[in-house]
């Protein structure tokens, strides 16, 4: 179980508080988000003393040169605490990672599909954590561009799905012929 | 009889089988959803906040330039 930081260690690689003051740096051209840009990319992360928090801050470096053509935005310690009392059920499922999909957004807005979201918090262990953000910036990399995002989530969701239930039998199975 | 209620036996169990079957897959796209899943008209509002911080400016983008 998660527990709560008495006070919130100073992030290695993801400085929260300095990237949401105004008047930062615009983002260089060269390997950087432009304005044709798929996603764009939110990370809400209110600061809970837990592995997935950890993995992430550990990993966010990486995570921000497989992305980038998308820019990512993250919020603030106090800001995602705001967020966070606001959308109360969200509380305990941070880190979460937003994306927008701006091709949907500017098709549709809101009202619809108009991206995605990982709740990294949700995984307990480091390993866990660590796997559902590879396979989180796979997808990110490997759907950029394509032309029915929705239809691809839902794809794989029901994909999972089927392969959780073969997984289910196979352990039965095994376990009852005794491996 | 005995081979009656053999018989019912089977059923019963291959009844509860399936029902565990069905009551685990549901289980686990449940966690999958909660973990991971598209952003709807059920997020518009969380959407909405984060685009208008956004196109505020109180948002801005990470940049490696910024953390030097």
């Known amino acids: 179980m998660a527990r709560a930081a008495p006070k919130s260690p100073k992030p ?11 008047g930062l740096v615009p983002i260089e051209k060269n390997g950087e988000p432009s304005a044709a840009s ?6 809400v992360d209110s600061g809970w003393n837990s592995a ?19 820019p990512i935005y993250v919020l603030s310690r106090e800001r995602s605490i ?11 499922r941070d880190p979460i990672i937003a994306v927008h999909d701006m091709q949907a957004l500017e098709k549709g807005g809101t009202a619809g599909f108009h991206g995605f979201r990982l709740s990294l918090g949700l995984l307990h262990t480091p390993e866990q954590a660590l796997l559902g953000l590879q396979a989180f910036a796979r997808f990110l990399v490997t759907h950029r561009n394509s032309a029915d995002l929705e239809a691809d989530i839902r794809a794989g969701l029901r994909r999972e799905g089927l392969t959780g239930a073969i997984e289910i039998v196979m352990q039965h199975e095994a376990r009852e012929i005794g491996m | ?17 399936l029902a565990y079957l069905v009551y685990e897959i549901d289980r686990r796209k ?4 909660d973990l ?13 906040e984060l685009l208008s ?3 505020s400016g109180e948002l801005q983008p990470y940049s490696r330039e910024a953390r030097a």
């Open chain 1, 52 to 70: 997935a928090r950890r993995v992430l801050h550990e990993n966010f470096a990486l995570i921000r040169d497989l992305q980038r053509e998308d």
């Open chain 1, 38 to 43: 798929r996603f764009r990319i939110f990370i």
């Open chain 1, 82 to 92: 705001e967020f966070m009392r606001r959308h109360g059920s969200r509380i305990g």
């Open chain 2, 53 to 55: 911080m956004v196109e």
């Open chain 2, 1 to 17: 009889m005995l081979d009656r209620f053999g018989e019912a036996i089977s059923v019963v169990l291959g009844a509860l089988a």
């Open chain 2, 36 to 48: 991971f899943h598209v952003l709807g008209s059920e997020e518009a509002d969380i959407s909405g």
């Open chain 2, 30 to 33: 449940r966690r999958l959803r």
């Open chain 1, 12 to 22: 290695a690689t993801l400085p929260e508080s300095s990237i949401t003051q105004p």
